[in-house]
Structure formats: structure tokens, C-alpha cells
């Protein structure tokens, strides 16, 4: 939540989760062509993970901007969250996350990996490999009659 840029930010604007130091982490994510949207968030008492998406992945969104996870399933995230605050018969409460309660002597240093294309490689598509056995159909080409496949292969 406290980092500049980040996709939960968007938590901010739920006025219900920010009392007594309330401290929140969370993870947006979206999966390829919008058809999932998740959220990962954890407070100090509760994880809690919301998926907007379908079994089928034919159903998906069409943009990012109905797509993405900081869009479909953070707002369910914080709408639950007001909630679960709100109810104190559940007996979650704000608050900051514990301190460790032993001293963090390992330091980690994950830095994203360096991708480098391979341009060496011959590109699959201008050199096909048929591993069906199946010959392709042609398709007609008026310049050339021999492209025309016979009857029954159209």
C-alpha cells in the first residue's frame, strides 16, 4: 500500500479500512486476453485472495480497464474488507502488522531476470513444421488454378 505506483492503491478509497494504523498488503494480477482478475490481500489478522474470472476461458473482459485485477476483484477485496471491520462479532480489528518477534539478519536481493531474445533462432512460422501428418488444405488463389484443391478437400 505504501508503495508509489503501486495497483492497490486503489485501497485508499475505502475510507472503512484506514482507522488505528490499519496497515494492508495486497497483489493485483491479470492473466492474458483479461480473462482472470485477482486479488491477494493481508492484514494482520486475515488473508484473503478474490478471483473474478470463468471456468470457461472463452468468457474474459476486453479491456484493461474492465479487465484488470486492480478493477474487477480489488474493489470486491475492499467492499469485503469495510464489512469484515465492520461486524465486530467476527473480532477482526485494525491494526498494524506484528514486529518480528526475533531479529532479520538474511537480506534478499531478487532482481527481475534479464530476458534476452534469441535472434538467432529460425522464426517458426516462415519455416512451419507439420508434426500432424495431416497435409494443409490450400486455399484457392485465382493467379494459380493448381492451388484450387479438388471437391471434396474444400
Same mark, same amino acid.
Not at 495486497?26 to 480473462?35: A, C, L, P
Given at each position: /500500500? ?8 486503489? =485501497? ?8 488505528? &494504523? ?10 492474458? !486476453?483479461? *480473462?482472470?482478475?485477482?486479488? /491477494?490481500?493481508?492484514?494482520? &489478522? ?5 478471483? *473474478?474470472?470463468? &471456468? !470457461? ?16 476483484? =480489488? ?5 469485503? /474488507? ?6 465486530? #462479532? =467476527? ?31 529460425? &522464426? #517458426?512460422?516462415?519455416?512451419?513444421? !507439420?508434426?500432424?501428418? *495431416?497435409?494443409? *488444405? ?17
Amino acid at each position: /500500500m505504501e508503495e508509489p505506483g503501486g495497483t492497490s492503491q486503489a =485501497l485508499w478509497e475505502y475510507n472503512g479500512l484506514w482507522k488505528k &494504523d490499519n496497515q494492508i498488503g495486497g497483489k493485483t494480477g491479470t492473466s492474458s !486476453d483479461y *480473462v482472470d482478475g485477482w486479488y /491477494m490481500g493481508i492484514t494482520k &489478522d486475515l488473508v484473503t485472495g478474490i478471483w *473474478v474470472g470463468a &471456468d !470457461d476461458r472463452s468468457v474474459h473482459f476486453t479491456t484493461s480497464e474492465t479487465g484488470e485485477g486492480s478493477h474487477t476483484a =480489488l474493489p470486491i477485496f475492499g467492499r469485503f /474488507m469495510e464489512k469484515v471491520y465492520a461486524d465486530q #462479532s =467476527l473480532g477482526y480489528t485494525y491494526g498494524p502488522f506484528p514486529k518480528p518477534w526475533t531479529k532479520i539478519t538474511k537480506t534478499y536481493n531478487c532482481p527481475s531476470p534479464h530476458i534476452e531474445e534469441d535472434t538467432t533462432s529460425t &522464426d #517458426s512460422i516462415s519455416n512451419p513444421i !507439420d508434426t500432424t501428418g *495431416v497435409t494443409p *488444405v490450400q486455399e484457392n488463389n485465382p493467379e494459380n488454378p493448381e492451388s484450387t484443391p479438388p471437391n471434396n478437400q474444400r
